[in-house]
């Protein structure tokens, strides 16, 4: 499809396993954003990449939260050590221009 | 901090118009006017953006207060698809560059 692309779409992770969420932003946007949305709230900042570089990460929650994206296209999100503070929807957006574009998020659940 | 401050809710009967303000009273001159909207259980959704015209597309009007500091999303025929959180955000002019900051939206729910 034309739009970003986000995957698993659901995950369910034991409290101290690793995870890993994929993040197929629009071909030839420049500009990836990872956002953190805690249910009932809009979505929080976590990352920001143009092309391959990582420009901010300060909204990384802490030190286990770790992205990726080393060709400048597809982006990995990943979790090591997930506590169940980390259960949220997970979402991507790409843009190219002044508008980003979302995908439909991964939901992690943390048991 | 959202730079912010929407209604928490509101209802719009079906087939009406649904005006949707946000106070956004410390916007800079650079700054644009974004609207987004989020269905249950999806993404966000881009709906319009501008700087201080009103703006229209297929989807909404965007009116603009002449001194900036509010603006009113217009959907013009609202339907039960319309039912969303819809988020009104301010960012700079290179938005493409810089994250979104999201407050809590207005919840509005179209009736039948």
């Known amino acids: 499809g034309a739009g970003v692309s986000q995957s698993p779409r659901y995950k369910v992770a034991k409290r101290g396993q690793d995870v890993a969420l994929r993040c197929d932003p629009i071909s030839g946007h420049v500009s990836l954003f990872w956002y953190q949305q805690a249910l009932g709230q809009g979505p929080e900042f976590l990352t920001y990449f143009q092309n391959e570089a990582q420009l901010d990460k300060s909204g990384l929650p802490s030190d286990r939260f770790f992205a990726e994206r080393p060709e400048g296209s597809v982006s990995t999100l990943k979790i090591q050590r997930t506590q169940q503070e980390d259960s949220a929807v997970y979402l991507c957006?790409?843009?190219?221009?002044?508008?980003?574009?979302f995908g439909q998020g991964t939901r992690l659940t943390v048991v | 901090d959202a730079k912010t401050t929407q209604p928490t809710s509101m209802d719009c009967a079906e087939g009406r118009a649904a005006n949707l303000p946000c106070n956004h009273s410390?916007?800079?001159?650079?700054?644009?006017v974004y609207w987004y909207r989020q269905i249950h259980s999806q993404g966000p959704q881009y709906i319009i953006h501008g700087l201080k015209n009103n703006e229209t597309n297929e989807m909404a009007s965007l009116i603009i207060t002449e001194d900036r500091k509010s603006s009113t999303l217009i959907l013009p025929h609202a339907t039960l698809r319309d039912t969303a959180v819809y988020y009104c955000i301010v960012s700079g002019a290179n938005s493409g560059n810089t994250p979104l900051v999201f407050g809590k939206g207005t919840r509005l729910s179209v009736i039948a």
């Open positions: 410390t916007i800079s001159g650079n700054e644009y």
């Open positions: 957006a790409s843009s190219l221009g002044r508008v980003a574009f």
